[in-house]
């Protein structure tokens, strides 16, 4: 079992940036693919970014090249930077874990645990 806790969240005005980070505690966190995503009032959970255990990242066409994903083994957490951020981008941000990772690791049914979830306002 992982237990995964965001924090980072907050109101920032359009072009802002935050930083949101994903604790894991329970096993070996290195096995580990994580992902974030987001779900905005009324609308699907939609993916945002993922990194692998071998450190490759994928990104949802909407963040790339403003939000950056990354991860530190020693400290079990991973870390979504979002720059240039846009009120588009208002959501609750969801930390995801699964074991291993395989595929494209882009779905939320790819992921086995998640996070209880961080709110991102961004007022334009």
């Known amino acids: 079992q992982v237990q995964l806790v965001e924090s980072g969240g907050g109101l920032v005005q359009a072009g802002g940036s935050l930083r949101l980070s994903c604790a894991a505690s329970?096993?070996?966190?290195?096995?580990?693919?994580m992902g974030w995503f987001r779900q905005a009032p009324g609308k699907e959970r939609e993916f945002v970014a993922r990194?692998?255990?071998?450190?490759?990242?994928y990104y949802a066409d909407s963040v790339k090249g403003r939000f950056t994903i990354s991860r530190d083994n020693a400290k079990n957490t991973v870390y979504l930077q979002m720059n240039s951020l846009k009120p588009e981008d208002t959501a609750v941000y969801y930390c995801?874990?699964?074991?291993?990772?395989?595929?494209?690791?882009?779905?939320?049914?790819?992921?086995?645990?998640w996070g209880q979830g961080t709110q991102v306002t961004v007022s334009s």
């Open positions: 990194i692998r255990r071998g450190l490759s990242t």
């Open positions: 329970g096993r070996t966190f290195t096995n580990y693919a």
């Open positions: 995801a874990a699964k074991d291993g990772g395989i595929g494209t690791m882009s779905n939320d049914y790819e992921f086995d645990y």
